[in-house]
């Protein structure tokens, strides 16, 4: 499997990715965006566009089907349930479905509610696992749920689904945050070393050569994986007196999620 990481460098500071076949030179273009940097891309790689994704609906994830379809002719692939949210979907996919691009590249789709309620990521089945992960995960975050989501269903995303997955799957995001997300993981946990010894290197990071950040160190640097931290639990007790002192991980998600949404 082939991956090529597109920096789109908007306002948004979108993520969009082509996926590859290294056998056939296929490829899925995953949320396609900046559509002409897409088709560029692929061109310079010598690859065919063949099916695109769209994690989810919003307008930053969709706004380049049009361009895309149009130079490709490629099939439309979502969640099943976003077809009156998105339009000219091909096929609708729901949870354990298999998206093959070429002859070679197998991706497995999860439902992954909360950013919105009709959200996919895609895990890849190869031997080092990838995720494409949309708004759902961002480097050191969570993406936010105010646009049809909802938290309680962001939370059973993080903690049923993608804290079981292996350390070492390599994470692919929707948007470049990562260093307002250290910042607030730093707010929240003072003394994580690592994020604190990570932020100045991403602050300095070229975007175009982003950092792929695993799982494994997802839970050293996010903290909506860091539910049980006796940091962040205290911290978040200053800011919710009436915190139980041993709160269950759902509500410490809950609350962070809250202050999230306001720093």
């Known amino acids: 499997m082939l991956v090529e990481q597109i920096w789109t460098a908007n306002a948004g500071r979108n993520f969009n990715y082509l996926i590859a076949c290294p056998e056939s030179g296929e490829a899925l273009a995953v949320d396609p965006l900046d559509a002409e ?21 919003h307008r930053d994830h969709t706004g380049g089907n049009d361009r895309m379809i149009a130079a490709t002719h490629a099939k439309l692939l979502a969640h099943k349930n976003a077809r009156d949210q998105i339009e000219g979907i091909d096929r609708g996919l729901g949870a354990g479905d298999v998206i093959k691009v070429g002859r070679s590249v197998e991706l497995e789709c999860l439902d992954t509610p909360g950013h919105t309620m009709s959200h996919i990521c895609v895990l890849s089945h190869t031997d080092r696992p990838a995720l494409f992960c949309g708004d759902t995960l961002f480097n050191a975050g969570a993406g936010n749920c105010h646009n049809g989501g909802h938290p309680n269903e962001l939370y059973n995303t993080f903690a049923g689904q993608l804290a079981k997955l292996p350390d070492t799957t390599l994470v692919y995001p929707g948007h470049d945050y990562i260093c307002n997300n250290l910042r607030f993981t730093l707010d929240r946990e003072p003394d994580n070393a690592r994020a604190k010894a990570l932020l100045p290197d991403m ?22 994986f860091r539910l049980s931290s006796p940091g962040v639990i205290r911290r978040l007790r200053e800011a919710f007196p009436d915190l139980p002192e041993h709160p269950d991980a759902k509500t410490v998600f809950l609350k962070l999620r809250e202050l999230r949404n306001k720093w």
């Open 203 to 224: 602050e300095r990071q070229d975007t175009n050569k982003a950092l792929v950040t695993t799982l494994g160190l997802e839970k050293e640097i996010n903290t909506f």
């Open 37 to 57: 940097k897409c088709l560029a891309a692929a061109k310079a790689k010598g690859w065919t566009i063949t099916q695109i994704l769209n994690t989810h609906h």
